[in-house]
Nanobody, 114 residues
Framework: QVQLVESGGGLVQAGGSLRLSCRASRSILDFNVMGWHRQAPGKQRELVATIISGGTTNYEDSAKGRFTISTDNAENTVYLQMSSLKPEDTAVYYC????????WGRGTQVTVSS
């Protein structure tokens, strides 16, 4: 088992930045993939960014060039740095850890005002 706790969400104006954090209750090196998904009201959950154990990153098209995923293995934390935020980035952002079993955090709300 692992608990994933997200933080860093909030209300920001369009063009602003936020950094989301996801702290795991055990080593994130235990997992093959760490990542972020988001779910906007009335929409399906969608992948935002992932980072695999070797450090390779992958981004959803709208996140490329604006979002950066990174990890701090010593702190068991994965980050999502978001810049140039748009109203359409408004969603609940969920951290996840993929291994033999997938684990999810409870999410953190990001609201981008126009």
């Amino acid at each position: 088992q692992v608990q994933l706790v997200e933080s860093g969400g909030g209300l920001v104006q369009a063009g602003g930045s936020l950094r989301l954090s996801c702290r795991a209750s055990r080593s994130i090196l235990d997992f093959n993939v760490m990542g972020w998904h988001r779910q906007a009201p009335g929409k399906q959950r969608e992948l935002v960014a992932t980072i695999i154990s070797g450090g390779t990153t992958n981004y959803e098209d709208s996140a490329k060039g604006r979002f950066t995923i990174s990890t701090d293995n010593a702190e068991n934390t994965v980050y999502l740095q978001m810049s140039s935020l748009k109203p359409e980035d408004t969603a609940v952002y969920y951290c996840y850890a993929a291994g033999t079993i997938d684990f999810w955090g409870r999410g953190t709300q990001v609201t981008v005002s126009s």
